[in-house]
């Protein structure tokens, strides 16, 4: 059902595939699922893909130059190439493969910077959408750094927890967004931006 003219915000679709991402590695790294889950994962992540792709490009198309960008290189790396991976790494441990898997805590490192370094681009956001970043720049890094082998395993609980956390902030944001706009009115609170928008003086306009 059409409630405007022009294209809708397409963020709460991407933020739904990112949280479905979370839970999954939520399970994962507390350990609520056994290990032969991992390629159903990586088919689930690749679903994601489909939906963040298409969400950061409308994103970019909208001037979003914060989210769209985010989106557009998790969809890429986060989505695809993680659900490929998973899906070849299942496989390669059932042949006895050796894979040097510490170049993937490379990759991510490089991912975790962007990520962290943007972060203040989320200012002007709402503040439940701060918190699903903030969160992700706590389980991101470990992430990297446990790939990489400078973090031990028992770094998950840390990784996990962070990630469930970003997902139910993630989820809470695209509910809010939904409904806010379909009933043009404040139904769920998302909290202010830290650095709210200036109001135009008449010297300025």
Known sequence: MSHGHG??????AGLVALAMACFTFYAMHTGKVEAGAVP????WLLGGFIVQVIVGVMELNHGNIVGGNIFTFFSAFFM????LELIFKFFAAQNGWTLDTRIDGWAWLALSIALVTWTPGYFKSPLSLLLAVLCLDVAVPVVAFMDMGVLSGTWKVVSGNGLGLAGIFGLYTAWGVVLNTVYGRTIIPLGKPLVQ????????M
């Open 80 to 83: 695809f190439v993680t659900g």
């Open 197 to 204: 928008e200036k109001a135009p003086t008449s010297a300025s």
């Open 40 to 43: 159903l994962l990586g088919i």
């Open 7 to 12: 294209p809708a915000n397409p963020g709460p």
